[in-house]
């Protein structure tokens, strides 16, 4: 998988399963015909069920989730110096440091890039020293 080519909903799949964990299905969605994706909430109850799953690349309080999701396994958000602005318009480079040193990026519009910067932390292969 090249994390920095993913965009849209397999983006979106991508962080459920890598930065949360969760089981996910992709499925046609029945009101439009085209595919989308649900995971399975409440496992450990008697009755667990399937939710849609949040755009987690494309707004900002679902992007926020992925932030608070990968502070817990220690990386921070680096706030970028006033008017750096890298790359083409309303991209920008997202930086995570980790509580150990470590540090990854990614560059894109800021959830879909804060979305693959949260892949390359958790995933071993993609991590930078």
């Not at 965009?7 to 459920?16: F, I, K, N, T």
């Amino acid at each position: 998988m090249n994390i920095d080519e993913l965009s849209g909903r397999e983006l979106d799949v991508a962080v459920a399963r890598h930065v949360f964990g969760h089981q996910v299905e992709e499925r046609p969605n029945s009101r439009t015909g085209e595919m989308d994706a649900v995971y399975v909430t409440g496992l450990e109850a008697d009755n667990p069920s399937w939710v849609r799953l949040p755009f987690y690349s494309r707004t900002l309080s679902a992007s926020i989730q992925v932030e608070l999701e990968i502070q817990k396994q220690g990386w921070r958000l680096r706030e970028p110096p006033a008017g750096e602005r890298p790359g083409p318009l309303h991209h920008i480079t997202v930086v995570l440091l980790h509580s150990d040193g470590r540090t990854v990026e990614a560059i894109g519009e800021f959830e879909a890039a804060l979305c693959r910067a949260a892949l390359k932390a958790v995933k071993p292969m993609a991590r930078k020293s």
